[in-house]
C-alpha cells in the first residue's frame, strides 16, 4: 500500500520553511542549500516510515519536491513576522552603512530601510525558495530514499537440522 505523500511533504517543508527563515540560521543555506537538502531527506524519512515496503526513488524524489515546494509558502509564512520584528535592527545597519558609503544615490538612501524594500525582499525570497527549493528538496528526496529506503528481509531456509 502506498502512503500519503501530504505529511512527509508538510514536515519536510515545516523544516526548509522554519530554518531558512529565521536570521542567523538560515545561513545553513549558503553551505549547499542545507537546510533545502535537509527537508528533503526529512520528507523521504517520514515517507519510509509510513510505508512497509521500501520507498523507492522517485517517491523519495517527489516527496523532497513537494517539501520543497510547501517549504517555501512556510519560509513565506515564517519571514514576513521575522521582517518585522527585526525592521528596526535592519534599519539602522542600513543607516550606518549608507553612512559610511559617499557615493550613494538619496533615492537609495530613502529605499534601503523602508517598507517596500521590506516587501520586495520577502516577495524575491519567496520566489528564490520555490524555485531552489523544488531543485534541491528533490535531491535530498532522493538522497534521503537510497539512507532510509528499508532492506527486503530474506528468511534464511533452515539448514534441516544439522
Known amino acids: 500500500m ?7 511533504a508538510l ?13 542567523l540560521i538560515s545561513g545553513g543555506n549558503l553551505c549547499c542549500c542545507m537546510w533545502l537538502i535537509t527537508g528533503g531527506v526529512v520528507a523521504a524519512y517520514v515517507l519510509q516510515q509510513h510505508q512497509s515496503t521500501p520507498v523507492t526513488a522517485g517517491d523519495g ?6 517539501a520543497g515546494i510547501a517549504g517555501a509558502f512556510v519560509y513565506l509564512v515564517v519571514s514576513i513576522p521575522v521582517g518585522f520584528l527585526l525592521a528596526p535592527f535592519e534599519q539602522r545597519v542600513y543607516e550606518r552603512l ?16 523602508s517598507p517596500i524594500a521590506l516587501g520586495v525582499r520577502t516577495v524575491l525570497g519567496f520566489i528564490v525558495m520555490l524555485f531552489l527549493g523544488a531543485i534541491f528538496s528533490t535531491l535530498g528526496g532522493l538522497l534521503g530514499a537510497s539512507i532510509f529506503a528499508k532492506k527486503n528481509e530474506r528468511v534464511m531456509p533452515s539448514d534441516g537440522g544439522s
Open 98 to 113: 549608507l553612512d559610511s558609503m559617499q557615493n550613494v544615490p538619496p533615492q537609495l538612501r530613502g529605499y534601503a530601510g
Open 2 to 8: 502506498k502512503a500519503s505523500f501530504v505529511q512527509p
Open 61 to 66: 524524489a517527489l516527496a523532497g519536491f513537494l
Open 11 to 23: 514536515i519536510g517543508g515545516l523544516v526548509v520553511g522554519v530554518l531558512s527563515a529565521l536570521p
